[in-house]
């Protein structure tokens, strides 16, 4: 559950990320596939070495996507409709590895923003991503 | 015997050098019981948990994050045998603390967090991943003494 001050923190955040969605969204992944080896299997079609220009215009959709979807917390579902369709017929990605992403995103956050990613930001963005996934799955089954 | 890499090894006394206990074990146990704060049921007599202020100001929170970062440098001398290491803490938390051990990685994420904003562009994908790693041992040998 998100309180309207978490909601505008988030909303406020992903605002100022926009500028530097392609590097947030980049970063994340690369994390993610130092971490997770297992997610690379979902990226044999793209050149996901560090700063190919596949991995920058990923992580810019990804980052671009996630900030759309704060922009108005209460229509996830309406706003991630084609993303719900994409993910559960065509990438079939086994949600397991939203929460991958999800942690990985959270520790770009914390390199980014340094202090400023105050344990109040970091609970209100790890609902959000939380949430954010879920929705993704929806159509899954 | 889990095989680190001259890399990973380097990595972990690396960071574990750099960073301060004093400041980032509170943190990471107040982040813990701020964004997950199912795992305050195990915190019940330390006081003020009411909300993320009264957490991070809380004197006992900040105690018991020296405790665990203290426990965590006994993994990093013994980084070939951190399974023995914590035979008796592992046992401790399962039958005397009872500690849900689904829980431990929510600890190792918080203090993930918590080294990235410490050590920003340092803390590049594969330090991280060393120290993901790294974490991973520390959580599976504390889950092996559970029945």
Redo the contacts between chains.
Sequence with gaps: MLSKREKDLIKEIWERLTPVAAEIGA?AL??M????PGTKTYFSHLDIS?NSSHLLAHGKKIVLAIAEGAQDISQLTVTLAPLQTLHAYQLRIDPRNFKLLS?SM??SL??Y???E????A??AM?KYLSAFAAVLAEKYR | MVAWTDFERVTIKDIFSKIDYEVVGPAAISRCLIVYPWTQRYFAGFGNLYNAAAITSNPKVAAHGKVVMQGLEKAVKNMDNIKATFTELSTLHSEKLQVDPDNFMLLGDCLAIVVAAQLGKDFSPEVHAAFQKFLAVVVSSLRRQYY
């Design positions: 970063d690369l994390r596939f130092a971490s997770y560090p942690h959270l520790v914390a390199c923003l340094g202090d990613f105050t344990p109040v970091h609970a790890d």
